[in-house]
């Protein structure tokens, strides 16, 4: 029987043979990583192993991104105990201020995850890098701090569901549209323990950065992973990280498949997440009118430099609607850079929208932007729980960047081709 | 690896909060939340379970938070093994990183009924009902679990493979 992703990806990692989901192997991992609120934690399950040293200090990955910049005592406190454990354990890939940005933008724009990587990472959107081909899930602390160690871990061979995506999209259809819609029809537990795996010709029609941002909802469909082959789009993207990848990684055409369902991009229109679940997904003209009280652009999921450049075209020559607050977060220094260049942060801040360092701020309801009581946000992030921004009052509405610009200029919920 | 002990069935779905309810949480010490093992789902289950029995669930045993008291309490009962049709992802991994032993059987857990008595080789993957004499084959454990579970779970497993490598 041939290989799905999954188990390919495994058993490149693995001395055993994997033959079958449900089957346990051993895997060695390529990257560990944790942020500012998992890795004191691991830091601990560390001590209690009685473990002075990591497995490979440039294979430890430690971002701050979470309250960057630090939002009070507590939170400060915690970066430094995580700065400390950096500098006695020699882990150079370690990230804060200036140099820092969302882990999940900053890890693959540095060049740190790649094509048939096993990464692992205390933080459940590290699934984010199968966009680029590599296996990579969410650990909690005790299993985040023996990779640290062991440079190794366990997993449950998953079995896989299948999405093939066919069709040319139309201007407006991002990554994020794809798996809200994918999320939408599953369910928040439709992958639960699975891997889902994209394929098929409308592939060519997503660039890297789209198949992260598809990856990185996997989890809220309950998955393990969320997969996308390595093609010259991956290894384009990853040059720019400075990495020379060029080993293609594809299923096997007999690969086994738990299920499997279509997606035709040239039908999808955008799509917006309701509160509050985000399989709670309605096409956007379902939720037109739908006023507003903030909108935020950024995250791991859109704050990349593709969702600015869309934002910025659909803001210029626009200005956010009075009353209603915009704000803006590009996900790492470098994209900070980049629309800098580009001219884009200055058609933002034109606009009338508040432009913020790289942080994960109001995506966890950190700070940066919290909602108070019987406020209505639409955010380019993943998730969109009761109080997941603020006040169990508030509610959040999850899109792409082309409905959340436009919404900010109408100061509603709006199809981006009305602006 | 071998267990030998009588079956306590429950249902499908159980959660994290049915197992260790959160109001006991102030402790991590085993021994004290077995006292409340299940407490969440019968107050006086735990009363029933004498040490070295085996639980036995239905779908999806272990779902809802990702605390790791929750295989703890049922270590801390006595229960050193949980045979179920299917286990929550976070509970599996927690169960076997705590050193439980977890047996996934699908629909031939419906087999063990309460009360049965049950042997089980953990390592072999072999499930005997001593009263009925069916028996449950599964993918045997791979040895490195083994390892794991035998050191009581991965912090002490970690340790002794630092020390030995000392
Ligand atoms: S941006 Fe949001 S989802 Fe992404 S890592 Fe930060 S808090 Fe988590």
Redesign the pocket.
């Given at each position: 029987m041939g290989h799905s992703l999954a188990q390919k990806l495994l058993q490149a990692h693995t001395g055993e043979t994997v033959d079958e989901p449900g089957q346990i192997v051993r895997c060695g991992v390529d990257l560990v990583l944790a942020?500012d609120i998992t890795a004191p934690l691991a830091i601990d399950s560390m001590e209690r192993m009685g473990a002075k040293r990591v497995f490979d200090p440039e294979r430890v990955v430690l971002v701050c991104?979470?309250f960057t910049p630090n939002k009070d005592i507590a939170s400060a406190e915690q970066v430094k105990l995580v700065r400390d454990f950096a500098a006695r354990t020699g882990i150079s890939h370690y990230y804060e201020g200036g140099v820092c940005g969302?882990?999940?933008a900053l890890l693959p724009e540095q060049g740190l995850v790649g094509p048939w990587d096993l990464v692992v990472g205390a933080?459940?959107?590290t699934c984010t890098y199968g966009g680029l081909g590599a296996f990579a899930t969410g650990l909690g602390s005790t299993d985040i701090a023996a990779a640290m160690v062991l440079g190794e871990t366990w997993f449950k061979v998953p079995p896989s569901i299948l999405v093939r995506l066919s069709g040319e999209p139309s201007r407006f259809i991002g990554g994020k549209d794809v798996v809200l819609n994918l999320i939408g029809r599953i369910g928040v537990d439709g992958a639960l323990y699975k891997a889902l795996e994209f394929s098929g010709p409308g592939l060519a029609a997503l660039d890297a950065e789209a198949r992260m941002t598809a990856a990185?909802m996997a989890i809220e469909a309950g998955g393990k992973a969320g997969l996308f082959p390595a093609d010259e789009v991956t290894f384009a993207y990853l040059r720019n990280a400075g990495r020379a990848d060029a080993t293609p990684l594809a299923a096997d055409a007999d690969a086994e498949y738990e299920s499997s369902l279509d997606i035709d991009l040239g039908r999808l229109e955008p799509q917006v997440a309701c509160p509050h679940l985000p399989d709670n997904v309605r096409p956007v003209r379902e939720v037109e009118d739908v006023k507003l009280d903030q909108v935020v652009i950024?995250?791991?999921?859109n704050?990349r430099i593709s969702d600015l450049r869309q934002a910025a075209e659909i803001l210029k020559d626009h200005t956010v609607a009075p009353g209603l607050r915009l704000i803006i977060l590009p996900?790492t220094p470098r994209i900070y850079h980049m629309a800098l260049e580009e001219g884009l942060l200055e058609i933002f801040s034109r606009a009338g929208a508040v432009i913020g360092p790289p942080t994960?701020g109001p995506?966890?309801g950190?700070h940066m932007g919290i909602l108070a009581g019987g406020e209505r946000c639409l955010a380019t992030?993943?998730?969109n729980f009761k109080g997941r921004m603020g006040s169990l009052e508030s509610e959040v509405y999850l899109s792409g960047p082309a409905v959340a610009a436009a919404s900010a200029v109408a100061g509603r919920i709006s199809h981006p081709g009305r602006i | 690896m071998h267990y030998t002990g009588k079956a306590h069935r429950v249902g499908d779905h159980i959660d994290t909060d049915a197992i260790i309810p959160a109001r006991y949480l102030v402790s991590t010490d085993p021994n004290e939340l077995g006292q409340y093992c299940m407490a969440g789902m019968s107050p006086d289950w735990i009363s029933r379970v004498t040490s070295g029995d085996i639980l036995v669930a239905g779908a999806n045993f272990g779902c809802g938070s990702s605390r790791e008291h929750a295989p703890l309490a049922l270590l801390g009962a006595g229960i050193p093994l949980v045979i179920a049709r299917s286990f929550a992802r976070i509970f599996y991994r927690n169960g076997f990183n705590m050193g439980l032993v977890l047996m996934e059987v699908g629909d031939r857990a419906d087999i063990l009924r309460d009360g049965d008595r049950i042997q089980a080789d953990a390592e072999e993957g072999i499930i005997r009902n001593l009263t009925t004499e069916q028996e449950i084959r599964v993918r045997p454990l791979p040895d490195f679990m083994r390892r794991i579970l035998e050191s009581g779970g991965l912090v002490p497993y970690v340790r002794k493979r630092l020390e030995s490598a000392a």
């Open positions: 942020n991104d979470h969302v882990e999940h933080d459940s959107h990185n950024g995250s791991c999921t704050g996900a994960c995506c966890l950190g992030t993943n998730r | -």
